[in-house]
């Protein structure tokens, strides 16, 4: 399988439980803030965005949750399921005219059935 | 169906020998981009491209070239492959700008070169 999942931190947790995935960005001018969920063998995958005017977003069982002060941003997955199982990791825009996405090295999550 | 395809999948080659690893997307996207992912690193540009004819340095650039002569396409050339280059690659597309704008990714092409 994909080596993707190696050297990272992992979070396990039980299936039915909620899951939160953290991360620190590193630019307090960075504008907007995507995660990103990575299965084995493939792509990464769209999850959920907010702007910096927003401090939380929902979607369907993911929330996310920005704190400008400390720079940090947070994944919420309800009722985790095995299927959510992959790596997932942050980006940020910074911002002004750059037009690039800087990555985080991701989280592992684990979901034990 | 929208998506990034790449190919190939997977590449086995030797110290020296010039490969070109194709990315094509359907999705009349301006703004392409290649990326690469290393076990404890993350996902590092390349390349990428604000339209066509238009493309620039990501953040590890060398050994690697690209063109963009059309919106669709947008392949990456190893002139001289290396060992180092043994990695994942990834090719990316969003609307415009990648702030504000979903990158779409394709499968990965996990090269190695011996």
């Known amino acids: 399988g994909e080596s993707v999942g190696l050297h990272l931190p992992t979070l396990s947790v039980q299936e039915g439980d909620n899951s939160i995935i953290n991360c620190a960005y590193s630019?307090?001018?960075?504008?907007?803030f995507i995660w990103y969920k990575q299965e084995s063998g493939k792509g990464p995958q769209f999850i959920i965005d907010?702007?910096?005017?927003?401090d939380k977003r929902q979607g369907q069982r993911v929330t996310v949750l920005l704190n400008k002060t400390v720079k940090h941003l947070s994944l919420q997955i309800a009722a985790t399921q095995p299927g959510d199982s992959a790596v997932y990791f942050c980006?940020?825009?910074?911002?002004?005219?750059?037009?690039?996405?800087?990555f985080g090295t991701g989280t592992l999550l684990a979901v034990q059935p | 169906e929208a998506q990034v395809t790449q190919n190939p999948r997977y590449l086995i080659t030797v110290t020296g020998k010039k490969l070109t690893v194709t990315c094509s997307q359907n999705?009349?996207?301006?703004?392409m981009s290649w990326y690469r992912q290393d076990p404890g690193l993350g996902l590092r540009q390349i390349y990428y491209?604000?339209?066509?004819?238009?493309?620039d340095k990501g953040d590890v650039p060398e050994g690697y070239k690209v063109s963009r002569k059309e919106k669709r396409n947008f392949p990456l050339i190893l002139e001289s492959p290396s060992p180092n280059q043994t990695s994942l690659y990834f090719c990316?597309?969003?609307?415009?700008?990648?702030?504000?704008?979903?990158?779409?990714f394709g499968a990965g092409t996990r090269l190695s070169v011996l």
């Open positions: 907010i702007r910096s005017n927003m």
């Open positions: 990316a597309s969003s609307r415009t700008f990648p702030g504000g704008n979903i990158q779409y």
């Open positions: 630019n307090s001018a960075s504008d907007y």
């Open positions: 491209s604000m339209n066509v004819e238009v493309t």
């Open positions: 999705m009349n996207h301006e703004y």
């Open positions: 980006a940020e825009n910074y911002g002004g005219a750059t037009n690039k996405l800087i």
